[in-house]
């Protein structure tokens, strides 16, 4: 995955809208999948337009040279959507990627809070024999609800933020640095293995 781009770093001490490409660099965390996990509330789930709107800004910049240039197909393949994660100066939005096929099976809406992890290190797509099909599989994540948003009780069991993959430790503005004495997350269940605060 490239580093995340310097407009992305810059652009989280402000809040941008959902898919913002004109000064976030469409909150895309890098170049390829997010390689930890997050626990948000979507705020945005893309339509086509804004998917296209995306991917147009992505393959400009050199992002996803193993995908086809096709937007109709990154449509079909990819649900995009804009999840809200605490920053140092308020909320803000990181834009990650999930299967179109998941993602009809369970319809995420905005204000629900979900989970996104990266598909496991090492692990082959289902179509190992339709390159295209494997190009998706190895861009996209996995996202899923912990709460729907009209359970006003549920969200109060998990932290929202960015933690890292290997051992739950919460990751600072840059997506990458643990902080110093910060959260830590159980990887199994996402909820906090001690209460916020102390």
């Given amino acids: 995955m490239k580093a995340v781009p310097l407009g992305f770093v810059v652009s989280l001490a402000v809040q941008a809208a959902p898919f913002d490409c004109r000064t976030d660099a469409c909150g895309l965390p890098g170049d390829g999948p997010f390689l930890d996990l997050v626990v948000g509330t979507v705020t945005s789930v893309a339509d086509d337009s804004a998917a296209q709107r995306v991917f147009a800004w992505a393959r400009e910049h050199d992002y ?31 834009t990650l990627l999930m299967g179109r096929e998941h993602y009809e099976a369970i319809k995420i809406a905005a204000g629900d809070l979900v989970r996104y992890t990266p598909h496991p290190s090492g692990h082959a797509g289902p179509n190992l024999k339709d390159p295209v ?3 998706y599989w190895t861009l996209f994540g996995c996202i899923a609800v912990l709460c729907r948003a009209e359970d006003r009780s549920c969200p109060s069991r998990y932290a929202p933020g960015v ?7 919460e990751l600072g503005v840059d997506l990458r640095t643990p902080v110093a004495d910060g959260l830590r997350i159980d990887i199994g269940t996402y909820q906090p293995l001690r209460a916020v605060g102390q």
């Fill in 64 to 94: 996803w040279k193993s995908l086809q240039p096709d937007p109709r197909l990154f449509v079909e393949s990819i649900q995009v959507m804009s999840i809200e994660i605490p920053g140092p100066q308020g909320q803000r939005e990181i």
């Fill in 163 to 169: 933690y890292r993959l290997a051992d739950g430790a």
């Fill in 133 to 135: 099909a494997d190009a």
